[in-house]
């Protein structure tokens, strides 16, 4: 899928048959409406959808945050509810959208790699049986 490198972002898109994920770094200095518009272009309606990563936008103390916003407007629930920085802050978030085919709401692991001041999401997504 997609890549883009922009204004101190960087987005990743994967689609698959079931899920379309896509992954988010923003640093602090990333513009959060060139996010949204980012984040518009590479949403597709249909699909189960994942929107994942580091937003450095703490998801507890900053709730109204023009990304969150957008997300949640356009059905996405963000389903990370633990800090996952050393701080005690909510960087990283994980939203998601069921699509038209179900798939079970994503069960969530927080992992805290020694290499890093935040910790990693691990999300685990029950697809459909296949014939």
Do not use: W
Request: charged share 25%; glycine share 6%.
């Amino acid at each position: 899928g997609p890549e883009i490198k922009e204004g101190k972002m960087q987005i990743s898109k994967l689609e698959l048959k079931e899920v379309d994920v896509i992954i988010v770094y923003r640093s602090e200095q990333g513009n959060l409406t060139d996010l949204v518009e980012l984040l518009k272009k590479l949403i597709s309606t249909g699909p189960n959808t994942v929107v994942t990563g580091d937003f450095n936008i703490c998801y507890v103390s900053n709730r109204n945050n023009k990304v969150t916003k957008y997300l949640e407007n356009e059905g996405f629930c963000q389903l990370m509810n633990e800090p996952t920085h050393m701080k005690g802050r909510h960087l990283d978030h994980l939203y998601f959208r069921p699509g038209k085919t179900p798939v079970g709401i994503p069960s969530i692991y927080r992992y805290s790699p020694y290499y890093s001041d935040h910790d990693a999401i691990c999300a685990t997504i029950q697809l459909p049986e296949t014939e």
